[in-house]
């Protein structure tokens, strides 16, 4: 059989045009295949040939360069805002139509990656005579990405700002989760799509969001006519907007759909030795055990923090004026406030967050929870403890919005001049994660930063510093 390099470089092997039957034409759509059934088949030469192409290119003002998407991506891309998933599917489907002309081939299509079945990265993506190789990926299990939150059926709306939506969930899980733990250029949002693997990643989130759509069960999306899709759908100068037909329907409207277009229905066990295996604190039903608390920071009162490849927890005693403010929080009606709302009644608190040198590699994140449980104490699922997750990725957004500062979407491209640069702040409701739990004694708040990772071993060091760590409580709303 021949191999797969040298498949590659046959001097034929563009013309082999025939394709699997799973990646064929089929009522005039092109079938997006996943990454195992793609990388068989002839058009895998092709996809390699124009990446190739487009990282000789040098000109990032030219569509054919590789550098051209990233910059477009730093410049436009939505992140933790309206029509996240409008946008990509967008900058998705030009450019897959760009792989097309560059390779020659007009039946390439895009493949996606499904974690959720193989969530070690495709042995493709770690060769060094491929273009599909990148060596600054610090992590190459993505088990800890995996999260059923965003399919459960109580999510039927999709927009943010309404309560149990669907895309800023799957947004912050897995989208988030994968891009941290593969680390490296995939950690920032200004350098992500330099690597190939993002192509593959945002293939299977727009993969999930069509599932997400044909799943029924009261899930609905607004009208194309509605507001929420009224931002800026740019994708650099030298690109088309895409006409926004999406919105209302399924992939199928812009001429493609999946092989698979159905939802995960479990999170497989991870894989022999994988870093999931290996985490600590773990208790069943996946719920983590509360980890050591380090430090105590009375409610109101801003502490220094450092993370590292530790999980822990940080101790907010409060007195009993201090837990019936928390009770009057719990028994107030819930709002529909974002996620990060500096309005919520109760919210964790991170100010002047920055990246060390370690932390900019990313391979790591670390989900956030409040009042986890001892061992043999749980009482609820995973999801009602979590009020969010921090890591590289997430700094980066931070720092996108505070750079951007009023300027909204125009101002963007000034505000991602640089990865990394700054501090960031970040805010983690938690009013209705202790609506959730409903814990009987109040006599403190307990937040723990539980680490996941990308790799079994992963280097030892602090990753993550924070000069104010606070827990605020204002009226309730």
């Known amino acids: ?23 064929a034409m089929s009522a005039g759509l092109r079938i997006r295949p996943s ?5 068989q088949g002839p058009t895998f030469a092709s996809f390699c040939s124009a990446i190739a192409s487009m990282k000789a290119n040098k000109d ?26 409008a946008w990509h599917r967008g900058f998705l489907y030009r450019f897959e139509g760009n792989l097309r002309r560059i390779s020659g081939d007009p039946n390439l299509v895009l493949p996606y990656w499904n974690y959720y079945d193989s969530p070690t990265i495709p042995p493709e993506f770690l060769d060094p005579a491929l273009p599909l190789y990148r060596g600054d990926r610090t ?26 939506a669907f895309e800023p969930m799957v947004e912050t899980r897995p989208h988030n989760r994968v ?25 299977n989130i727009d993969r999930l969001w069509a599932a997400w759509s044909k799943a029924g069960n009261g899930r609905r999306q607004p009208a194309a006519s509605n507001i929420y899709w009224s931002g800026s759908f740019q994708f650099g100068s030298a690109t088309k907007d895409v006409p926004r037909v999406w919105t209302t329907s399924t992939s199928a409207n812009l001429g493609y759909q999946y092989d698979n277009e159905t939802m995960p229905s479990a999170t497989p066990p991870p894989p022999s030795g994988s870093t999931a295996q290996a985490a600590v604190f773990s208790l069943a039903g996946g719920l983590p055990e509360r980890p050591a608390s380090i430090q105590r920071a009375p409610l109101g009162v801003a502490r220094p923090l450092a993370l590292d490849e530790r999980s822990i927890s940080v101790d907010v005693p409060l007195s009993a004026q201090d837990a019936n403010r928390v009770r009057s929080v719990m028994l107030a009606a819930r709002t529909t406030a974002a996620a990060t709302d500096e309005s919520s009644p109760l919210r964790v608190v991170l100010d002047g967050v920055h990246l060390t040198g370690l932390g900019e590699k990313g391979g790591y994140f670390y989900d956030v929870y409040v009042n986890l449980p001892g061992r043999g104490g749980a009482s609820a699922p995973p999801r009602a403890y979590l009020i969010g997750s921090i ?39 938690m009013a209705d994660a202790l609506r959730r739990i409903w814990p009987t ?16 071993h992963p280097a030892t060091g602090e990753v993550i510093r924070i000069k104010s760590f606070s827990v605020e409580a204002g009226s309730a709303m």
């Open 35 to 39: 990454w195992e059934v793609f990388c």
């Open 139 to 164: 992590g190459f299990d993505v088990s800890n990405a995996n999260s059923m939150d965003a399919f459960d059926d109580t999510l039927i709306h999709f927009q943010r700002g309404k309560t149990d």
């Open 60 to 85: 990032n003002t030219d569509p054919t360069a590789w550098t051209y998407w990233s910059e477009s991506h730093r410049q436009f891309c939505p992140h933790g805002r309206a029509y996240f998933l």
């Open 1 to 23: 059989m021949i191999s797969r390099r040298r498949f590659l470089q046959s001097s034929v092997s563009l013309a082999l045009v025939p394709l699997l039957p799973r990646v």
């Open 391 to 429: 890591g590289a990725f997430e700094i980066s957004v931070a720092q996108m919005k505070a750079r951007m500062g009023s300027k909204g979407m125009q101002g963007m491209g000034m505000a991602m001049h640089a990865a990394h640069a700054g501090n960031a702040r970040l805010v983690l409701p």
């Open 441 to 456: 004694q109040l006599d403190r708040l307990t937040i723990s930063f539980v680490r996941k990772d990308g790799r079994k």
């Open 179 to 203: 891009h941290n733990l593969i680390g490296g250029a995939m950690s920032s949002i200004p350098t992500s799509p330099r690597d190939p693997l993002f192509w593959v990643h945002h293939a």
